[in-house]
């Protein structure tokens, strides 16, 4: 029997976790609302070395602390524009972990099933699910991870015979779960976790690198899921709590992501096993543009009254972040005024634009969203669009079929001058054409847009 | 009640919980949103770490070991890269070190 | 875990559901809302009909049938007058009985 | 040991309460949601039918039969204004029936408290906790409803030796709770149920009339927590789940309630005891005031572009609801633009005006929330406040310290003019005056609502 202060001290716990999630929800609470998951963790994890009878207690802390030191060492590491592939593998190592409890409690659950009654079916089937769910995690994650990082190709990998693949292994799963629950053995077990690794890679090749950040949410809610059941396993509240918090609030999370990107989850995930790529094409186009030079740009800046900025992915490519931000305080200087126009979806991840620009040191008030911008689009004498292609693409609004079409887009199309800078025509995430490239108005820069606007910024310091 | 009951009603009552939670969380949040919750699911740490202690077969031994690197890895970076993100979100408010932005863009 | 830790932990769970569920309200609704919430309450009617049913003393019984009948008053009552309420807000959403409204109060 | 499907039925009706308390707390699925709790509710009730061998069948039919038939009875015959009652005479019963219930469940307890360990001190103590709070729960609900249907004085009752009476049955409630947990005995069980009764009695006699409404959340709440206590009693996963989400989100509501007129529970249920009423005066103001006929508005209104009408609790005193749709129905005919102004504390209950003129068949639309009508005083000609004081009151703004200080009012003094109909120079329900009142652009159109309304229609007709 658990001695009271532990499952009291447990179920505080799993009250911290989901104050924890409340606090990261809102920007104020947010960041102690990391600390209060962060304290509850640690004293959860603290608790059985002080009621449980431990065995190979010196391994055990060796092994916490080289977690603990990767895990430092990668968190502080990354570049703030690493960070959906850091958490990708944050999440992979979790599901990994879960499943090889699930492994272990597999092996101590086999030998108890020879008593009558005394391991239920329910625990059986839950320690399938954690196995499998975990592996398919894992896999999973490692996949984003390398196409986010660009170890391989971030485009859609899909071969002849995936569907049948991934529809067998799907099969072989469900059979394995079924021995596991009639008539375990370790073997099957790890049989699973392998059929599980399968999958995972076969859920995440199909996938666009830009929807990868949704599959990566939805892993996490996957991961979620397995140490919930993993909770049930071990008969331990806060894991079936935390892992059910993370799992729920996971999915919707999902959802949400999808949502702001005019897509669905099961559209992303097996939009390009249906045939046909999630993505449009990636060539350029050849239609004819009006370009000009840093120096014709920076007097169109210089001399304007109100001017907004639209970065978008293409700006955390560069990594200009910082480049950016001078330019605009010397506009700012110059009476100019200049609001950044933060599309939720710009980049490839939520908020990662207001990550980016938070980390050169832009001011808070600065960053406007889109809800609030998109009325001034049609007073503003110069829009500089950095790196962004699909968020002011007027597609969404009048091209139906596009695959951005019904997404909010920012109304850059308004303004008296469009300036973009870009390296190429080719098309952004979605893989469309931008009409607003072509458009009279428009202006176009090449270049990386470091480089771009490194120059920019001393021909406008130059007027 | 039995005991696979309690289980689900707990369960289902944390899903209620999950979701209700975050219901109001804005885009720009959703990223360190599901960075911390992908820390809080580190949490199988602990279950990695029982497991582990009350084991007495060498290769379980060795697998509870890997899961505990693992899960560490998962829960302690989890926290800390979501910590690192949250800082930039709030650092700003007011000691903004932009002399000029008052002027021109206020 | 033991019994009353399972109840507590229900009990904590569903704090927050009840908590976050209505955090939404608009102060229109809260009368109505106020009035379903009464009428869930009336559920105690299930515990009054299985202590009611499961007595053998007569005193008891008496005492168990006033509680059923003024739980059932509470339950019925309770949902029939939130119908009521609620039937008026959202009746005249379209089918408004106003033929003049439109061209003023547009 | 109860049957697996029965145990699943009261989960899933658990679940069904709780989408029932999120759909009424939005406009479009309220009506959805209540339905969806009274559904579980009925099914719940029916499970015990059929599992357990139930005695005395017939009696119990009869017993529902009955309570449904008042229930129903009640909740039709209820009119819109005498709603707040109206549930708290039904919260009241509810609070009732869990003392009652607690009381027999502590009859059978007794005899099991002879063997070791039987019964665990948290049983008792939640049945005591029930019997507490369920009585002071019904007696404080019959002393609203008698406040609020008028049967004895709205105004707070005290008397000197309230405070101590007060502690001391506090104190007695305490004991004999820890008896009943040492020693249970029915007879200790009526004794705590009687100094419930007399606490409930105590705890809402000093309340305002007006701060009733936010009583009677409050004891709602507490018959929810009584019901919650009664599941665990009982064992019982949906009466533990439903009891819980009221209390949690009654306590919510109130606080949210109180916050809307500005107040602290706390200062609502204890000013009076602290000496000093919670409520102003109540008398008539002597200071000089332009008053005219119901012609001379009839004038104003009739030529006026832009009318706006703030009801208040007047106007449901005066049952006046129907006449004033119809003299604004005449107003839009004539082309004048009319809208009300819906405060959200306006009148003795939140959604107090929704509720009464919807009942008048009012167009939604017409029906404009504070925040959204605020701006637009200031282009109105006539702001006509019928029935209203406090939610007009400028001192909200200027005079610190006034009972309303700092409550959102609606700005109908920016208004070219303001016509008030009410029956005299009577503060409202914060018992301060209003300057608006005094304000050269405000007319006086003194009378009953009704009679006043009457008289103005005619006028506007013959305009
Ligand atoms: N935020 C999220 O949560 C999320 C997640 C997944 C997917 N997405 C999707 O991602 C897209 C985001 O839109 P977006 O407008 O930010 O990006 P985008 O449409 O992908 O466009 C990026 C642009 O940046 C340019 N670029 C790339 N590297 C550059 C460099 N080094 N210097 C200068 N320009 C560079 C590219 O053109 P060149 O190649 O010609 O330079 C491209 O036109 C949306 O379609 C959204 O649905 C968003
Ligand atoms: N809505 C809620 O949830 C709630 C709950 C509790 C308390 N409250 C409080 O109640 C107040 C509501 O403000 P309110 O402006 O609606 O009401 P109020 O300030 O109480 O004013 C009501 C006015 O109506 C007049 N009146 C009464 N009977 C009338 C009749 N038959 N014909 C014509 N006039 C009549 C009264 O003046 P005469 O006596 O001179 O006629 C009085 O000036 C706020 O202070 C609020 O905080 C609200």
Redesign the interface.
């Known amino acids: 029997m658990t001695p009271i202060w532990v499952q009291l001290t447990y179920l505080a716990c799993a009250v911290c976790?989901?104050l924890?999630?409340?606090g990261?929800?809102?920007?104020k609470t947010?960041?102690i609302?990391?600390?209060i998951?962060?304290a509850a963790?640690v004293v959860?994890?603290a608790?059985?070395?002080f009621y449980?009878d431990?065995?190979?207690?010196a391994?055990?802390l060796v092994?916490?602390a080289?977690?603990?030191a990767?895990?430092?060492f990668?968190?502080?590491r990354?570049q703030?524009t690493q960070?959906?592939q850091?958490?990708a593998l944050?999440?992979g190592?979790?599901g990994?972990?879960?499943a090889?409890?699930a492994?272990?409690?597999l092996?101590?659950l086999i030998p108890l099933t020879e008593i009558d009654g005394a391991v239920?079916w329910?625990t059986l089937a839950a320690t399938a699910f954690t196995i499998l769910v975990g592996s398919i995690s894992f896999a999973g994650s490692v996949v984003t991870f390398a196409k986010l990082q660009e170890l391989m190709t971030s485009r859609p990998v899909v071969f002849p015979g995936l569907p049948i693949l991934f529809g067998a292994s799907g099969i072989a799963a469900v059979v394995l779960g079924v021995v596991t629950v009639t008539g375990p053995a370790v073997w099957v077990g790890v049989v699973l976790a392998l059929v599980g690794l399968l999958i995972g890679l076969l859920l995440v090749l199909p996938v666009g690198g830009a929807d990868v950040p949704i599959v990566?949410?939805l892993l996490?809610a996957f991961?979620?899921l397995?140490?919930?059941a993993?909770?049930?396993v071990?008969d331990?509240?806060?894991?079936?709590?935390?892992?059910?918090?993370?799992?729920?609030?996971?999915t919707?999370?999902t959802m949400?992501?999808a949502k702001?990107m005019g897509r669905s989850v099961a559209n992303i995930l097996f939009g390009a096993l249906k045939g046909g790529s999630t993505l449009g094409s990636g060539e350029a186009s050849d239609r004819p543009v009006k370009s000009a030079g840093p120096e014709d740009v920076a007097i169109l800046l210089g001399y304007a009254d109100r001017v907004i900025v639209v970065p978008g992915y293409g700006l955390a490519v560069a990594q200009a972040q910082h480049t950016l931000r001078e330019l605009v305080?010397v506009?700012?200087?110059r009476?100019?005024?200049?609001?950044y126009a933060?599309h939720?979806?710009a980049g490839r991840?939520?908020?990662?634009m207001?990550?980016l620009l938070?980390?050169a040191?832009?001011?808070?008030?600065?960053l406007v969203?889109m809800d609030e911008i998109n009325g001034e689009f049609k007073h503003t004498d110069v829009v500089l669009v950095v790196g962004a292609n699909d968020v002011v693409n007027p597609a969404a609004k009048t091209t139906p079929g596009a695959p951005i079409y019904g997404m909010p887009i920012l109304n850059a199309d308004e303004a008296q001058q469009v300036v973009f800078m870009k390296r190429s025509m080719r098309p952004g995430f979605a893989g469309i054409e931008n009409e607003l490239l072509f458009d009279p108005r428009t202006t176009l820069l090449f270049g990386d847009a470091k480089d771009s606007l490194g120059k920019l910024l001393n021909a406008v310091k130059a007027l | 009640?039995?005991?696979?009951?309690?289980?689900?009603?707990?369960?289902?009552?944390?899903?209620?919980?999950?979701?209700?939670?975050?219901?109001?969380?804005?885009?720009?949040?959703?990223?360190?949103?599901?960075?911390?919750?992908?820390?809080?699911?580190?949490?199988?740490?602990?279950?990695?770490?029982?497991?582990?202690?009350?084991?007495?077969?060498d290769v379980?031994?060795v697998?509870?070991?890997?899961?505990?690197?693992?899960?560490?890895?998962?829960?302690?970076?989890?926290?800390?890269?979501?910590?690192?993100?949250?800082?930039?979100?709030?650092?700003?408010?007011k000691p903004?070190?932009?002399p000029?932005?008052d002027?021109?863009?206020?």
Not at chain 1, 54 to 57: F, R
Not at chain 1, 361 to 366: A, G, I, K, L, T
Not at chain 2, 70 to 84: C, E, K, P, S, W
Not at chain 2, 103 to 106: E, T, V, Y
Request: proline letters at 4%; glycine letters at 12%; aromatic letters at 6%.
């Open positions: 976790f989901i924890a999630l409340k990261l929800s809102g920007p947010a960041r609302g990391n600390l998951g962060a963790a959860a994890v608790v059985p070395f449980l431990l065995d190979h207690l391994l055990i092994a916490i080289i977690g603990t990767g895990g430092v990668g968190a502080q990354v703030m960070m959906p850091m958490v944050f999440n190592v979790g990994g972990a879960a090889l409890v492994l272990l409690e092996h101590e239920n329910f990566i949410s996490n991961t979620g397995t140490v919930a993993g909770g049930y071990l331990n509240v806060v894991l079936l709590v935390a892992g059910t918090l993370v799992g729920a609030s996971g919707f999370l949400l992501m702001a305080e506009l700012i200087a009476g100019t005024k200049v609001d933060i939720p979806v991840m939520p908020g990662h207001n990550v938070a980390e040191q832009v001011p808070y008030e600065q969203e | 009640m039995s005991e696979p009951i309690v289980w689900l009603t707990i369960f289902v009552l944390s899903v209620f919980v999950g979701i209700d939670v975050i219901a109001k969380v804005s885009s720009t949040l959703q990223t360190p949103l599901m960075s911390g919750a992908n820390a809080i699911h580190g949490i199988i740490l602990l279950g990695a770490v029982i497991v582990t202690g009350t084991t007495d077969n379980a031994l697998v509870g070991l890997v899961a505990i690197v693992l899960a560490a890895i998962n829960m302690v970076g989890g926290f800390v890269v979501t910590d690192r993100m949250l800082q930039m979100f709030v650092r700003k408010k903004a070190p932009a000029t932005s002027g021109g863009a206020a």
